[in-house]
């Protein structure tokens, strides 16, 4: 079952992240495709996915590489559950209502920040062991969005592109962003306190379970 799991959130993994960049490339609207795919990849919910398809495909193919084990490993799959958790509860609550997507954009933009934070927590509660994952985990998670903000902020300085309103400088100020920003890594750090929490109980109520480390 974990298998056929991990093969289908893949699929749909890799299929929205392709499809929206093809929407995005092909598009007539905004700078040329050079700087359009920079700005592809400058959004946080594509980076994400990535990196959640990337733990969703390594594993299966390369269970014994270096790669396969550490995206197999209890605590870095917490730490990006934290971060797809993340990517569809921001959109859900704050982005969805800023536009209307149709069709192929519908289903890109459904499997991006629905489909795939959905498969991934699922994966997650019903097949990573996590009572062991150690709580310095929510720490060593941060530095992925504090990076992703350091980046945003770079970029956008000198392209005049912010991928969200929320960390838009030219649109409500340095000040507001970092505000933002600080109000965003407590998020993280509380969410991923909270599911190593809920790993470690699962534990506790599963005592046959071997533990195994992060």
Do not use: E
Not at 5 to 16: C, H, P, T, V
Not at 75 to 97: C, E, P, Q
Not at 116 to 142: C, E, G, I, N, Q
Not at 176 to 200: D, E, P, S, W, Y
Request: hydrophobic share 55%; with cysteine; proline share 7%.
């Amino acid at each position: 079952m974990t298998t056929g799991l991990r093969m289908l959130a893949a699929a749909i993994g890799w299929f929205a992240v392709g499809l929206q960049y093809w929407l995005v490339v092909t598009g007539d609207i905004g700078p040329d495709p050079v700087n359009r795919t920079i700005n592809f990849f400058s959004y946080f919910t594509i980076l994400t996915n990535i990196i959640a398809a990337l733990a969703m495909t390594v594993p299966l193919v390369a269970p014994g590489s270096i790669l396969g084990r550490f995206f197999n490993a209890p605590s870095i799959r917490t730490a990006i559950a934290t971060y797809i958790i993340v990517v569809g509860v921001v959109y859900h609550l704050v982005l969805r209502d800023l536009w209307d997507p149709q069709g192929w954009q519908w289903i890109a933009d459904m499997s991006l920040h629905y489909v795939t934070p959905v498969l991934f927590a699922l994966d997650w509660l019903l097949f990573v062991p996590k009572r062991s994952v150690p709580w310095a985990t929510a720490m060593h998670a941060l530095a992925y969005p504090i990076a992703y903000m350091g980046w945003t902020l770079w970029h956008g300085s000198w392209s005049g592109f912010y991928p969200y309103p929320f960390v838009d400088v030219s649109q409500i100020g340095l000040d507001k962003t970092l505000q933002n920003a600080a109000g965003m890594t407590v998020a993280f750090l509380v969410l991923c306190l909270v599911l190593i929490a809920v790993g470690r109980l699962l534990g506790l109520l599963q005592p046959s379970a071997r533990p195994t480390a992060a």
